[in-house]
């Protein structure tokens, strides 16, 4: 669906918003605004990397940036999926998904609403959407940060396996958000040799995105080195565990043989030398006793137990 949204005051430029494209919604921008089927397929693209892309055509300026999405019952982790901005002429085109929408929401509201009209010129309007999408990044890893310090205090007493699938999502998220964050970086630094006319106030923005993603991608970095930790602190944990279970259990088959022993010996039906006297049941459980405390005596000197 394709809308116009409004400003409270008036502005040279103008801001289509277009949610989930259709293909009625492609037939209109074709017809009306002159879209090329290229790029319509570019805009229709749900798997495009982010990149900046200029049509010689139609002068029109591509952008697609990657923005974080939270996680859901489907999907346990934070995935990334591109918000797509065309530029043509003095006309802001918004591009985003069901799951994106979420961006663009924010500027509903009337003080948002007042904020984008203090835009001087369109690529100053475009370098506030890119602003406020940049900053999504340091609340999903601070959302991150959050769950992984409720994990590491689990480690002082236990982790299950469920405490593992949590601490694999947090992983994998931040897989997705660093390579998000860096091809956003990427396809922000080509800015500075686009086509795009920047003013001097259009440059400073594009200078603060710069500088919330590189925070943004210092965050992710740091986060993910402390989840490695993490993770391998917890597979040492788990490992020296087993290790433990491991020796406990060798040493009480070993203790547990020695009665086994005699009195498989003692038990065959058959004369054996030494021992002939009503007795012989009390020197045998003796003579295990003393043999199963000498090889505890010997585990606990070696450090068995």
Known sequence: MIRQQNFPVDTKYKWYDISNLSEQDSDRLQDEFNFTPDIISYISDRHERPHYDYDVHTHSHLLVYDVPIWPTNTIKHFTAHPITFLVVGENVFTFHTESTSYVFDEFNDEPMRERLSEAKDVTELLMIFLLYASQYFQRAVTQLDVERNSLDQKLSDDIDNKDLV???????????????IQTDLMMLHSLDHSKLSFTKTAHERLDDVLIESNQAAEMIQISQQVTKTLSATSNNM???????????????????????ILTGFYGMNVDLPVIHSPFDW?????LMIVLMVWLVVLMRKHHFF
Request: proline share 2%; aromatic share 6%; no cysteine.
């Open 166 to 180: 949590e601490l694999s999502n947090i992983e994998k998220s931040l897989v997705y958000l660093s390579s998000s």
């Open 238 to 260: 788990m490992n020296n565990n087993l290790n433990d279970t491991m020796k406990f259990l060798t040493v009480w088959s070993l203790v547990l043989t020695i009665p086994t």
């Open 282 to 286: 009390v020197i045998i459980t003796v």
